[in-house]
């Protein structure tokens, strides 16, 4: 169904039980009341996330990818005030920054320096017994 109607944290609150369970994740709101007896985590951990923006909630958990495609099947709106794009979306489109080259230098040769000294501190002391 396309989104095309816009849903309110207040119509939220009036869908949070088994038998009516909207959510709202990423500014698009879904009905995944034929799916709760589905979900892998079990129903409940659904219902907590209801009656507001659970965008969080849903990116904390990790979901896959084929667990992102299956939610579009249950959009009916979209929702006003909805989270931005998860952080990694953001970062991903932000530029990344380039690495300098002494940044880089220090960071192959502080390892091997460091690994040196543990040599040479281990022979000096084998050596002293």
């Known amino acids: 169904m ?10 939220l609150k009036q869908h949070t039980t088994d038998k009516s369970c909207w959510l709202a994740i990423n500014g698009k709101v879904y009905d995944v009341t034929p799916f709760l007896e589905e979900h892998p ?3 409940d951990i659904i219902l907590t996330s209801t009656g507001k923006d659970a965008t969080q909630d849903f990116e904390e958990i990790g979901h896959s990818n084929s667990a992102k495609q299956l939610l579009e099947k249950y959009l009916i ?5 909805g989270a ?3 952080k990694a979306a953001r970062a991903a ?3 990344a920054k380039p690495v300098s080259t002494v940044s880089r230098t220090i960071n192959v040769l502080l390892p091997v320096a ?8 281990n022979y000096y002391l084998s050596k002293r017994q």
């Open 41 to 43: 985590g079990g129903y």
């Open 77 to 81: 709106g979209s929702y006003e005030g």
């Open 84 to 86: 931005p794009p998860p």
């Open 114 to 121: 460091i690994l040196a000294a543990a040599v040479a501190i």
């Open 93 to 95: 489109a932000a530029p």
């Open 2 to 11: 396309a989104a095309s109607k816009v849903y309110k944290v207040d119509d």
